[in-house]
């Protein structure tokens, strides 16, 4: 079998990359216009002879616009783009993949049909009429929000007790200089009693 190389795509692939999506009836236009989406595969001569679109939102990620000149390389480029989409995944936090991309590959790989429940998290900009929805979670979203509220309540209790003890020290320092200014006060008023009392000359 032919060696396959994965990698971004670039300008220098518009070209191929157009003849694909006609070939494979995908939009053209929009898709150069998200050309920084798109992976490629090529053959052992550089050929491109295959793309597919991985975009982020927030912490979501989609597999789209899937396409191949040779589908008896489609499986073998998958599993390319597959190791591709895990580790940007990754690098993104993504909870879960979106894909409507039904081919048995994706589906063998965890892919399952999204439930109503799951496609309350789809994100607005990817709902739009068309093939169902597939979809793969990587982490626990709930398990992983619960987590932070935890570690933010945390926070917050460790603030309050902080902000706690630095009003504490506060009034204890107002209250030493206010003990201080009465004594400095008194010491003062002593001294020009005794001034007044003992060094003033019309009182002999």
């Known amino acids: 079998m032919t060696a396959l190389h994965i990698r971004r795509a670039t300008v220098d692939d518009l070209p191929a990359l157009r003849a694909l ?3 494979m009836r995908l939009p ?13 595969v090529e053959d052992a001569r550089g050929a491109v002879v295959g793309a597919v679109g ?8 989609l597999l789209h616009s899937e396409g191949y000149l040779d589908f008896g390389q489609a499986d073998a480029a998958r599993l390319l783009f597959w ?13 879960r993949v979106w894909t409507r991309e039904d081919a048995p590959f994706w589906r063998r790989h965890g892919f399952q049909p999204a439930g ?24 626990d979203e709930d398990a992983v929000a619960a987590a932070l509220e935890r570690r933010f309540a945390g926070f917050m209790d460790a603030e309050r007790r902080r902000t706690t003890r630095l009003s504490e020290r506060a009034r204890t320092l107002r209250r030493v200089i206010i003990a201080a200014g009465f004594g400095i006060f008194f ?18």
Do not use: M, S
């Open 54 to 61: 991985i975009a982020f939102h927030q912490q979501y990620a």
């Open 83 to 95: 190791d591709r989409l895990q580790v940007l995944a990754a690098n993104h936090g993504a909870f």
């Open 187 to 204: 010491i003062c008023v002593a001294i020009l009693f005794y001034l007044l009392r003992y060094r003033n000359p019309f009182a002999r």
């Open 21 to 23: 999506w006609a070939a």
């Open 116 to 139: 109503d429940a799951a496609l309350l998290r789809l994100p607005a900009p990817w709902q739009a009429p068309g093939r169902p929805w597939l979809t793969l979670q990587l982490k």
């Open 28 to 40: 053209a236009d929009d898709l150069e216009r998200r050309l920084k989406e798109c992976q490629v």
